[in-house]
């Protein structure tokens, strides 16, 4: 669908909201929207959002400009060697450190390269997978991420119970998340 001249990828499903992704490296635009929604409300959900898709198109288009300048861009074996190590060695203490906060445990974390996640969260089996990419950088990413998917555990959604949570969990979760978001997810 094409929405003011910019390509919008509408992907339905078996959901209640609308939810809008920008996937790097290319700055693609997708819409996940329930199967009942007409185009007319997708438009408009678009168009109601489109400074901060530019913004962050924006944004993700310079940061692919200096990762490829700086020559990291792709994964290869030696850093998935190290950000899975980094984040393996700091994973026991973060563990220790939140479980007890939380008052839930995830059943067992995946590291894995994601694309357009940092992380995901199965409530249900209580596994969690992370971005290996977090092991590349500032450790206070990592433990965003983990408080974050930890507290899925409890909240499905990112609704008024999910943020209240994350609140009093970690006041600055909301600087982490924009701080996060700054960085280009590695291919």
Not at 58 to 83: P, Y
Request: with cysteine; proline share 5%; glycine share 6%.
């Amino acid at each position: 669908m094409i929405v003011d001249g910019l390509d919008v990828q509408v992907v339905r499903k078996p959901i209640k909201n609308m939810y809008l992704r920008i996937q790097p490296p290319d700055g693609k635009v997708v819409v996940s929207a329930p199967q009942r929604v007409g185009e007319t409300t997708i438009v408009s959900f678009v168009r109601g959002r489109r400074a901060w898709i530019d913004a962050n198109r924006n944004a993700m288009r310079r940061q692919a400009r200096q990762a490829e300048q700086a020559g990291v861009l792709e994964w290869n074996d030696e850093l998935r060697r190290k950000a899975a190590a980094q984040i393996n060695a700091a994973l026991p203490a973060l563990l220790a450190r939140w479980e007890p906060i939380i008052g839930k445990s995830p059943t067992h974390i995946t590291l894995r390269a994601m694309t357009s996640r940092w992380g995901s969260c199965t409530p249900k089996t209580g596994r969690i997978r992370l971005n290996l990419q977090l092991g590349l950088m500032d450790q206070r990413f990592l433990e965003y991420v983990l408080v974050h998917e930890m507290t899925h555990l409890w909240e499905h959604g990112h609704g008024a119970g999910f943020q209240r949570r994350m609140s009093a969990y970690l006041p600055d979760w909301r600087q982490r998340r924009r701080d996060l978001n700054r960085h280009i997810v590695l291919r």
